[in-house]
């Protein structure tokens, strides 16, 4: 059937235009607060009841829009934040597209009061589906206050693709918190079904609102961060390995004070963890980008939470080694309960807070969204007591002997710390108990060892110095076209790892030499288990999945709990640890260290009831 071209009415194009602004209430706020910092705002207040469905206010003690400009700030791609073309290469507001209010009015009942400093009286406005029902002199405060009712009430088959109120409301929740954390500076409050949820005091310190949103565990590891190099600079927080959760919702982090979703970000991020982390786990990071605008490009997204890098690589390096050294310069033992430390150091007294405004001063609520973290056990394979005291021998005398880290002056790992290591005994056969001034450290000899295995193993991989022994006769084995694929293509890894392999005619190949470490694992049992993990792995031709192979067969062959180790073969093993760029975690990443204060203990016996 022939169809004639027609142009769209405005209506329509209106309400098209607004899907790619206003999804659900969530966007509508997140539109209106940005405008809201954009007016210089240092008090900003949102409302909502059912979820923002029904009702969402917004006030702040902004700049304010004259009379004369309220009408046009209704336009379609009517904006203050830019002028031309041009200036997108350095945009410096968080809003610039001139979209969101006529997009919100399109599919919303918007009124609007706001006064700017210098009128005598400030101005009321009501525009309904995108048509304009009044514009009046009224009796304000400075600032600005947008309220939208009956969001997507002309557009109810949008309207039925939201959540429920809960959910909805949690969206908004989840935003506010975002941009109290990137405007630590402002003083925001989210009022839900009359009951204040978040609020902050706009007293600029970062650790309070993390205080007050996630709670003094996650205070308490902090790792402060404050790096720049030229164009490019990062401060922040990231957090102990302790701390990571099993998905990303933790990793927070702003380029030039807005919130965005980063994939390089994120593969960075992975990189510098990945010596610290068990798999499926992932870093708690807050952090704050200040970039060159002119080395960034917003202009990718109507949600403005995509960027462009124009220097990727540069970013992604420096934030790597950021990251490393920053864990690498402290010690990581866990602390059991170091967040008694920071009493009295967070400030959440509601003096501090200022009140929105058009309303009174209240009493802030806090709520803390905790995520407990889940642990995982290794599954106890048997390994010979020979095997285990083979191990712990002194090593051959091409191995580099131990040395002390310095880098800690006062810690458990400082020369003079470990001066003062005193070895107690050994705890239900697994763990390894060692006294340090005032403090008790408890070592796992499982994770421990596992630990110097694997490190032991790696740096002669990277340093070529991997020996292999001869096989005679060699070890013939037939492949699948699947394997002998993955042969092939990694052929450059087998051989790094110690595996010389011929082709022996049609689908069988012959193993000549396998490495000389194999971890209590025959050749042919290790080769299988090798390819396996390179099949399932096909992403790039590199060591990372033979790494991953070795941590897991270190594991095997590492000594168990239950298993009784002499005071000279725990103290050479201790020695070792001690002795790696990072001792704090195993291959798998759970903490070889835990520790435990004098305090503390006497705590537990009533010695001190405070």
Known sequence: MERKITVLDKDTIDKIAAGEVVERPASVVKELVENSIDAGSDAVTVEIKDGGISYIRVTD?????????????????????????????????????????????????????????????????????????????????????????????????????????????????????????????????????????????????????????????????????????????????ICKPELARCNRSFEIYYVNQRYIQSTLIRRALDEAYKPYLMLHKYPVVILYFDISPDLIDVNVHPSKK?????????????????????????????????????????????????????????????????????????????????????????????????????????????????????????????????????????????????????????????????????????????LSKAEESVVNEYADNFKRVGFEIEPFGGNEYSIREVPSELFGLTPTEYFHDLLDELKNDRRSKNIDSVDHRIATMACKSAVKGNSRMSFKEAEALIDELMALDNPYNCPHGRPTIISFTKNEVEKLFKRIVS
């Not at 866990?334 to 967040?339: A, N, R």
């Not at 239900?428 to 340090?436: I, S």
Request: with cysteine; charged share 30%; proline share 4%.
């Open 61 to 237: 003690n902004g700049s304010g829009i004259r009379k004369e400009e309220v009408r046009t700030a209704f336009l379609r791609h009517a904006t203050s934040k830019i002028r031309s073309i041009e200036d997108l290469l350095c945009v410096g507001s968080l809003g610039f597209r001139g979209e969101a209010l006529s997009s919100i009015a399109s599919v919303a009942k918007v009124e609007l009061m706001t006064k700017t400093q210098d009128d005598y009286t400030g101005t009321r406005y009501v525009i309904e589906g995108s048509r304009e029902l009044s514009l009046d002199d009224v009796g304000i405060p400075d600032g600005t206050t947008f309220i939208v009712r009956h969001l997507f009430y002309n557009t109810p088959a949008r309207r039925k693709f939201l959540k429920t109120p809960q959910t909805e409301a949690g969206y908004i929740s989840d935003y506010i918190e975002k941009v109290m954390l990137s405007h630590p500076d402002i003083a925001f409050k989210l009022i839900i079904n009359n009951s204040t949820r978040l609020q902050s005091s706009g007293n600029g310190e970062i650790k309070d609102i993390i205080y007050s949103i996630y709670g003094k565990d996650m205070v308490t590891g902090l790792i402060p961060i404050d790096e720049s190099n030229g164009d490019l600079g990062v401060t922040g927080f």
């Open 306 to 478: 995509e960027i462009r890098f124009l220097e990727g690589n540069t970013l992604y390096d420096f934030l790597v080694k950021v990251i490393r050294n920053a864990l690498s310069s402290r010690e990581l033992i866990v602390d059991i309960h170091e967040e008694e430390k920071i009493t009295g150091h967070i400030n959440i007294s509601s003096d501090a807070i200022r009140p929105e405004p058009f309303e009174k001063h209240t009493i802030t609520d806090f709520v803390a969204d905790k995520i407990p973290v889940n642990d995982t056990e290794d599954k106890p394979v048997s390994v010979t007591e020979d095997k285990v005291r083979d191990d712990l021998k002194e090593q051959p005398q091409d191995i580099i002997k131990p040395v002390q880290l310095s880098m800690f002056e006062d810690g458990f790992l400082s020369n003079e710390g470990i001066k003062k290591h005193r070895l107690i005994g050994q705890l239900f056969d697994t763990y390894w108990l060692v006294e340090m001034e005032d403090k008790l450290y408890i070592i796992d000899q499982h994770a421990a060892h596992e630990k110097v295995k694997y490190e032991r193993i790696l740096k002669q991989y990277e340093s070529g110095r991997v020996t292999s022994q001869f096989i005679n006769p060699p070890i013939v084995m037939t």
